[in-house]
């Protein structure tokens, strides 16, 4: 089973800008669209089982009408999947809905999501304004730590001079709510490998590989792999900055993990966390 932890998709209307935005933003120029026909034939052309679909909410307005392409996303059936994105074999989708701590409603967002069977939330503290030292996120870290996995974006610290995503703030996190069921995306930090290796590595959370073999240091990426146990890693691709295809090529690339942990990466580890 083949399972994309980190990919990104945006309804048609907002498609455009938003891919925009990531190009300005990362100064990565990327081919795809980012619409989710696009993404579903890219993960066909990859062999993927199944999709992680990730969306977040830069401001509080945008919540709720992210969180309704989300649930309507995770209502599609095979065939209309299929036949919206062209393909003949789509992989299975699982999206995860968003949060913002601006949000008046959230409470009832939360129990939206739970009501739709959805499994996790995405944050993008940067992309969101959202520190993760903030007390504010206590209650929802409260509300969400029995059932919901969350994704955290981690590092940009080239990017965020107050690097709003630091390993070291989510590793406090981790010991105030020891029961979270949390993913550090970027193998724990992008730009902060170090940290995430002295801050996150060996603890009870989940590594992505996405947006890092091809930019970390690859003695860097060994240490943190070695410490952390191939277990708690997933796959990711962080499309469309980079295509499922492509970023499984550069998982079985690393040398230094034999067939069985690639295996794992590549999607036993996120069916075990997915409940699959």
């Known amino acids: ?11 048609d209307k907002i498609a455009q800008k938003a891919v925009e935005q990531l190009i300005t ?8 669209d980012g619409t989710l026909p696009a993404l579903v034939r890219e993960a066909v052309k990859a062999k993927l089982d199944v999709l992680v679909l990730l969306v977040a909410a830069t401001k509080a307005s945008q919540v709720k009408p992210a969180n309704d392409w989300a649930i309507r996303v995770s209502r599609y059936n095979a065939d209309e999947l299929n036949r ?16 913002h701590p601006d949000d008046p409603f959230w409470q009832e967002e939360i129990r939206r999501l739970r009501l739709a069977g959805c499994r996790g ?32 974006h981690m590092g940009d610290k080239t990017k965020s001079p107050d690097n709003f ?18 993913v550090a995306a970027h193998m724990g930090g992008f730009c902060c ?8 590595a060996g603890r009870k959370v989940y590594f992505d590989t996405s947006s890092t073999v091809r930019y970390a240091d690859r003695d860097l990426l ?31 690339s690393l040398d230094f993990l034999s067939a069985s942990q690639k295996e794992d990466i590549a999607g036993k580890n996120a069916a075990v966390l997915l409940g699959l």
Not at 1 to 11: E, G, K, Q, T, V
Not at 25 to 32: E, G, L, S
Not at 93 to 98: A, D, E, H, N, R
Not at 121 to 137: N, S, T, Y
């Open 1 to 11: 089973m083949r399972i994309d932890f980190h990919s990104h998709a945006f309804a």
């Open 25 to 32: 933003y990362y100064r990565i120029p990327t081919a795809y």
């Open 84 to 99: 919206l994105c062209g393909v003949t074999r789509a992989p299975r989708l699982v999206p995860f809905g968003t949060f």
């Open 121 to 152: 939330i995405k944050l993008h503290p940067e992309f969101q304004g959202i520190d993760l030292a903030d007390p504010r996120l206590n209650p929802f870290f409260e509300e969400i730590s029995p059932d919901f996995i969350v994704v955290f």
């Open 165 to 182: 995503s630091a390993p070291r703030k989510l590793a406090a996190i981790l010991e105030r709510f020891p029961k979270l069921k949390a």
């Open 193 to 200: 490998w170090e940290e995430s290796l002295n801050e996150l």
């Open 222 to 252: 060994k240490k943190i792999v070695a410490k952390h146990g191939t277990d708690r890693i997933l796959f990711g691709s962080d499309f469309p900055l980079q295509s499922p295809a492509e970023a499984y090529a550069e998982l079985e």
